[in-house]
């Protein structure tokens, strides 16, 4: 059974730093594509940021580009999110996900499993 575990949640002030991580277990994490997204109170979940399945190809929001890098260790099963010059409205509950292959899409129907998410907020 597929598990995945988001850490490295918090609130932070505006232009703070925040390193998620999302250990992976249950599958052969190196076959597949991974994301994140977000989901901010009475908003649909968004697409941040997506990682092909041995971390060369990555895609980003236009919002978070310049800011935000995703990246990935396939030998620990660990997908990543370093989060920089964080803004108020970056705060949001944040999900790691996988796909079903090697480079997903920006929808959160073109991935398999999903965690349970981590709080962030940015806040003065």
């Known amino acids: 059974q597929v598990q995945l575990v988001e850490s490295g949640g918090g609130l932070v002030q505006p232009g703070g730093s925040l390193r998620l991580s999302c250990a992976a277990s249950?599958?052969?994490?190196?076959?597949?594509?991974m994301a994140w997204f977000r989901q901010a109170p009475g908003k649909d979940r968004e697409f941040v940021a997506r990682i092909n399945w041995i971390g060369i190809g990555t895609d980003y929001t236009d919002s978070v580009k310049g800011r935000f890098t995703i990246s990935r260790d396939n030998a620990v099963n660990t997908l990543y999110l370093q989060m920089n010059s964080l803004k108020p409205e970056d705060t949001a509950v944040y999900y790691c996900a996988v796909g079903s292959t090697t480079w997903n899409g920006r929808r959160p129907d073109d991935y398999e499993y999903w965690g349970q998410g981590t709080q962030v907020t940015v806040s003065s």
């Open positions: 249950g599958r052969t994490f190196s076959n597949y594509g």
